[in-house]
């Protein structure tokens, strides 16, 4: 696709329930990030892919929060048991290989209420 | 472990003055330096990074930096503002060791008066 997808934009919860966020990447490239935004801050790194493979989830803040990415393309963000804590935005981002220097392209994120 | 500091939540510039966004890091290892800008329900818009080689790098809009080893600084300048400037700026780092995603400081604000 010509940029990094994310559905839904906007997505209000009831604490407690569960939610799913999708990140759509630019399609062949490789390594995939998810990041959390909270209001008025920069975002923090939550987990990485490369390919299927989770590499890194040492940002996921519990185990309420999972990620996966099974044809190494599409990813979901899973988050269980919202609370309102988990209000952020959540940013996906893609780069075509896996070098730290490469250019992160960024999706519009996915803002997240959890009344 | 690498961390960035960006002095200034909020900096506001008449329209055509110059326009001065400061980034600090922290790194024990070469870094890479990224300038990012974020407009309101936007995502994330590279506007210039430094990885190797010149020290001075352009980026879109007439933005650019410069990396300055000996005082860890990338900081963000721009000659003459436009209005359409306005947003927030986020400025990154990230390394060839450990975690591969990039550590962003908390942001600086840029307001454009007319």
């Known amino acids: 696709g010509a940029g990094v997808s994310q559905s839904p934009r906007y997505k209000v919860a009831k604490r407690g329930q569960d939610v799913a966020l999708r990140c759509d990447p630019i399609?062949?490239?490789?390594?995939l990030f998810w990041y959390q935004q909270a209001l008025g801050q920069g975002p923090e790194f939550l987990t990485y892919f490369q390919n299927e493979a989770q590499l890194d989830k040492s940002g996921l803040p519990s185990d309420r929060f999972f990620a996966e990415r099974p044809e190494g393309s599409v990813s979901t963000l899973k988050i269980q048991r919202t609370q309102q804590e988990d209000s952020a935005v959540y940013l996906c981002?893609?780069?075509?290989?896996?070098?730290?220097?490469?250019?992160?392209?960024f999706g519009p994120g996915t803002r997240l209420l959890v009344l | 472990a690498q961390s960035v500091t960006q002095l200034g939540s909020h900096v506001s510039v008449s329209e055509g003055a110059l326009v001065l966004l400061r980034c600090n890091y922290s790194s024990s290892v070469p870094p890479y330096l990224f300038w990012y800008v974020q407009y309101p329900n936007q995502g994330l818009q590279l506007l210039l990074k430094?990885?190797?080689?010149?020290?001075l790098v352009k980026g879109i809009n007439g933005f650019e930096a410069e990396f300055k080893k000996s005082e860890t600084s990338f900081h963000l300048t721009k000659p003459s503002a436009h209005m359409s400037d306005a947003a927030e700026y986020f400025c990154?780092?990230?390394?060839?060791?450990?975690?591969?995603?990039?550590?962003f400081g908390s942001g600086t604000r840029l307001q454009v008066q007319p």
């Open positions: 430094y990885t190797t080689g010149a020290t």
């Open positions: 981002a893609s780069i075509f290989q896996y070098g730290s220097q490469e250019t992160q392209y």
């Open positions: 990154a780092v990230s390394t060839d060791t450990g975690r591969r995603a990039l550590t």
């Open positions: 399609s062949g490239h490789v390594s």
